[in-house]
């Protein structure tokens, strides 16, 4: 018993299954949802290119960050290198006539030796970054410039998805009706045209019987065949007309007795004889 319960109830959710597969397909197959599904994908799509644009915006930033840092680099490699010579120069001249011990030992001249070294170390950091800087400079310039088509790329995907939209709601509008067309030739439509069409013809049928018999009610087919006779019995005047013409007019053989006694045998019998 349960077993059958549960039977039943599973026919049931089938039953539901087709039918709601069947709305959902006739949904799927209108052309306003396919529009609305396309429109639906090319926002996602364009949301995506909006996306990407951001990033490579981003990265072009950064690359132009990285070129200003460059060049405040390369600035001040060159100061660094103004004060290393200038330094140099200090120190050559206090140290003039003097020999290394004695040099070192006069604070002027260690104060540019210490500048100098001090000088010299920020150039060589400043020129470590200058080598990473350039070096990022190129492979961000590399990475925006395939950011930058691969983005076309997406715009071309973008533009052709438009015009499939346009192409596929078109061949859907023309498909669905096609097949309704056919499905109304065939006599196996669903879609409740069938019966339109039949109950079309049926109350065309019933407007012309109803109108013939208004017309019998009316007197105007009586007209029209009193007119049909009038027709056909001046035709049959004409015939007779044209017959007799021809062959002669035919006497009533029940002629008067006393006329024939009347008439001379010979006259008689002359309008009696036919014309060879």
């Known amino acids: 018993m349960f077993k059958a319960i549960g039977r039943f109830f599973t026919?049931?959710?089938?039953?539901?299954?087709?039918?709601?597969?069947?709305?959902?397909?006739?949904?799927?197959?209108?052309?306003?949802?396919?529009?609305?599904?396309?429109?639906?994908?090319?926002?996602?799509?364009?949301?995506?290119?909006?996306?990407?644009?951001?990033?490579?915006?981003?990265?072009?930033?950064?690359?132009?960050?990285?070129?200003?840092?460059?060049?405040?680099?390369?600035?001040?490699?060159?100061?660094?290198?103004?004060?290393?010579?200038?330094?140099?120069?200090?120190?050559?001249?206090?140290?003039?006539?003097?020999?290394?011990?004695?040099?070192?030992?006069?604070?002027?001249?260690?104060?540019?030796?210490?500048?100098f070294q001090d000088f010299k170390s920020s150039l060589e950091i400043l020129e470590q970054r200058r080598e990473s800087l350039e070096l990022d400079i190129q492979q961000t310039e590399k990475d925006a410039k395939g950011y930058e088509v691969q983005l076309q790329g997406v715009h071309r995907e973008l533009q052709s998805l438009v015009d499939e939209r346009e192409r596929s709601v078109a061949d859907v509008a023309m498909a669905r009706e096609t097949r309704a067309a056919n499905e109304v030739l065939a006599g196996v439509a669903n879609d409740g045209t069938a019966d339109d069409l039949r109950r079309l013809r049926e109350t065309v049928a019933q407007a012309k019987a109803e109108a013939q018999v208004t017309s019998r009610m009316a007197g105007t087919d009586t007209a029209r065949q009193e007119a049909e006779f009038l027709d056909l019995a001046g035709g049959v005047e004409a015939e007779s007309e044209f017959l007799d013409g021809i062959f002669g007019t035919e006497k009533d053989d029940t002629v008067a007795p006393d006329a024939a006694k009347a008439a001379p045998e010979g006259v008689t019998k002359e309008k009696q004889r036919l014309p060879e």
Do not use: W
């Open 11 to 115: 026919t049931i959710g089938y039953l539901l299954t087709g039918r709601l597969d069947a709305k959902t397909k006739g949904i799927n197959e209108d052309p306003s949802v396919v529009r609305a599904r396309y429109d639906e994908l090319i926002s996602q799509k364009r949301q995506s290119i909006l996306q990407v644009r951001n990033a490579v915006a981003g990265v072009i930033r950064n690359a132009e960050r990285k070129r200003s840092e460059l060049q405040s680099t390369k600035e001040n490699i060159a100061q660094k290198e103004r004060l290393m010579s200038g330094a140099r120069a200090m120190a050559t001249k206090l140290a003039k006539g003097r020999n290394r011990e004695e040099a070192q030992q006069d604070m002027e001249f260690v104060k540019c030796m210490k500048a």
